[in-house]
């Protein structure tokens, strides 16, 4: 069974950190690169990082730019996306998702529809 999941959310303080790891099982993620999304309560799901097969290449959005850093090890066969200064806005359900290696990062990363496994999301409140 092809599985993704997430672990490593919860409630922090504005200011905080959280370090989210996503698993794999039944595929090896060395032919995926690995995309983060977040989906807070009435708004549509947002992508937030991705990092290529290999780890050698990343991008965040905006929001996130200095905060946020996403990072892999294959080996272990999981992708991880560590998080400080949370902010109030940052709370969100996250996802972490696989697709191909042989799309090119710059056009899938923030689209959802282009991804071809998920996990099943790991909530993130921040909140004082």
């Known amino acids: 069974q092809l599985q993704l999941v997430e672990s490593g959310g919860g409630l922090v303080q504005p200011g905080g950190s959280l370090r989210l790891s996503c698993a794999a099982s039944?595929?090896?993620?060395?032919?995926?690169?690995i995309g983060w999304f977040r989906q807070a309560p009435g708004k549509e799901r947002e992508g937030v990082s991705c990092?290529?097969?290999?780890?050698?290449?990343?991008k965040y959005t905006d929001s996130v730019k200095g905060r946020f850093t996403i990072s892999r090890d294959n080996a272990k066969n999981a992708a991880y996306l560590q998080m400080n200064s949370l902010k109030p806005e940052d709370t969100a359900v996250y996802y972490c998702?696989?697709?191909?290696?042989?799309?090119?990062?710059?056009?899938?990363?923030?689209?959802?529809?282009?991804?071809?496994?998920w996990g099943q999301g790991t909530q993130v409140t921040v909140s004082s």
């Open positions: 998702a696989a697709v191909s290696r042989s799309r090119l990062l710059g056009y899938v990363c923030y689209e959802p529809d282009e991804y071809d496994y």
């Open positions: 039944g595929f090896t993620l060395d032919y995926y690169a």
């Open positions: 990092i290529s097969s290999g780890g050698g290449s990343t």
